[in-house]
């Protein structure tokens, strides 16, 4: 499997890009964005560097995105479960680019008041070619790869801001995101993909996102109508389950 990672070593505080393979991580060249990784090749593998995954720092693999762009209420059975009307066409909100934080690093509790933080597992979409009007049937062609990200939340900010997500969503480190992006082609389909989320070793959420309302391939194809997508874009589609308030010093493995 193809899952490609930014990294540092040991002994170097520059980051270097690397393919993740059976808990190795293979440096490889010629890569200084995500989006490059849309024309991979094994020749790009440098076979002599090669690093234990215990060993490396994983970084987050996305790298100032343009957008960060999420889909709330996405679930059939969620939305069914909160007695909430289906949405006709999908909820789009966004997050900054400074949300983003790699696998397992902290998340600063917010210094502005909340009572009500919690999390969402979540499928991520990296965009790895630029895109205007997307047709859905293409939409798919425009994806560079897979990851997984955590909406983290202030719900009483979310709800104060006049109704607008946008602080309650958007403060420092509230999307953990990777450790990697999985390639395009190792997923076959993007409808059948299982979801969970542990706190504290304990399973909180488990779902799957063959119970998406909208399908990845048509959200990038609405969202396109809009707005250009560039390469390095992140969306992020809503998880099935709900999900419950968090105290400070919280684990989210």
Known sequence: MSAFVRFLTPTSNVAKWGVLRQNVVSAISGVSHISDCMQFSENLVHPTEQYPRKDVTLLPPITTPDKVLCVALNYRDHCEEKNIEIPTSPVIFNKFPSTLVGDCSNVRYPTIHTEKLDYEVELAVVIGKQGKNIAESEALNHVVGYTVA????????QKKNGGQFLLGKSMDDFCPIGPCVVAKSE???????????YINGVKKQDGNTSNMIFSVAYI????SKFCTLLPGD???????EWCWILPQSTRIP
């Open 187 to 197: 997923i076959s389909d993007p409808q059948k993909l299982r979801l969970s989320c």
């Open 234 to 240: 992140v969306i992020s589609y809503w998880h099935t």
């Open 220 to 223: 990038i194809s609405h969202i």
């Open 150 to 157: 955590c909406d983290v939340t202030a719900r009483d900010w």
